[in-house]
């Protein structure tokens, strides 16, 4: 009866400790993978679980390899405390910032959006909250190093960090980078925006398989229609004005009587 109390009450402090770290990153080591069910890590005095919807198809898993992972849920079970975390979800990449990158750490420099394909490519748009830093510059780090400690934790994934802005329209045209905006026309409204590239910027401004337009999409939360400069001339070519809106214009009282005057000296 004491040993089941002591384990119970030990239970009770491992699920007290993971539940505040719910939305939070931890450390484990890899263990064994069970079919159907996932990959189980060894984190400090518990077993957390990694289900397959929440691995990255392109991520490669090794027994005993160290890896770092973003806590999802903190559940009861008949086998204790159940830990499910991902390696896929967008906020593992906003802990990565938070730990690698001072100014994020701190609040000085601030993510407002990310847009995450994981094991592919990411966007991270930031804004500094203090005048005279610079928060692309901060989070790339000195040669890079601040973003390529993030990418080897995510095993080669690409992520573009881009600046955030108030004005709708600079930020659509940072977010497309590193194609180069011509114009952008916004309906706010519809929550949409036409987006107008040079010729040679297309199929970098739409990217592989459409990739970097539907990360952009989702960095702004904008439908996004990119277009060629030519596209645009020729659209705008077609708009017409309708006859039924055209309105005819009367002659004025001065020229009627000018023509009567004439008609009668004839």
């Not at 993978?33 to 898993?61: H, K, S």
């Not at 405390?81 to 910032?97: C, D, G, P, Y």
């Not at 036409?194 to 989702?218: F, M």
């Amino acid at each position: 009866v004491v040993l089941q109390r002591l384990r119970e009450a030990e239970r009770e402090l491992v699920f007290d400790e993971f539940a505040t770290r719910i939305d939070d990153i931890i450390s484990g080591t890899m263990g064994q993978a069970e079919p159907g069910r996932g990959i189980t890590l060894e984190v400090d005095r518990a077993e957390a679980l990694l289900t397959p919807e929440e691995q990255v198809p392109t991520e490669r898993y090794r027994r005993g390899q160290r890896s770092q992972v973003y806590v999802l849920e903190v559940n009861r079970s008949s086998r204790g405390t159940e830990i499910i975390v991902s390696r896929s979800h967008k906020n593992l990449l906003k802990r990565l910032f938070e730990l690698e990158v001072p100014e994020v750490h701190n609040g000085i420099v601030e993510i407002r959006s990310i847009a995450r394909e994981a094991g592919s490519r990411s966007k991270v748009a930031v804004l500094a909250m203090q005048e005279g830093v610079d928060p692309v510059g901060s989070c790339i780090g000195m040669r890079g190093n601040r973003i390529q400690n993030i990418v080897n934790e995510l095993q080669g994934e690409k992520i573009d960090v881009v600046r955030w802005d108030r004005d709708l329209k600079r930020f659509i045209t940072n977010a497309l980078s590193p194609a180069e905006v011509v114009y952008v026309e916004a309906d706010e409204k519809e929550s949409s925006a036409v987006v107008v590239v040079p010729e040679r910027q297309l199929s970098l401004a739409i990217g592989k398989d459409g990739q970097n337009a539907r990360l952009a999409a989702k960095l702004t939360g904008w439908h996004l229609d990119i277009k060629s400069m030519a596209e645009w001339e020729a659209l705008r070519a077609q708009i017409k004005i309708d006859p039924e809106l055209e309105v005819e214009v009367e002659p004025e009282p001065e020229a009627e009587l000018e023509v009567e005057a004439e008609e009668i000296l004839e």
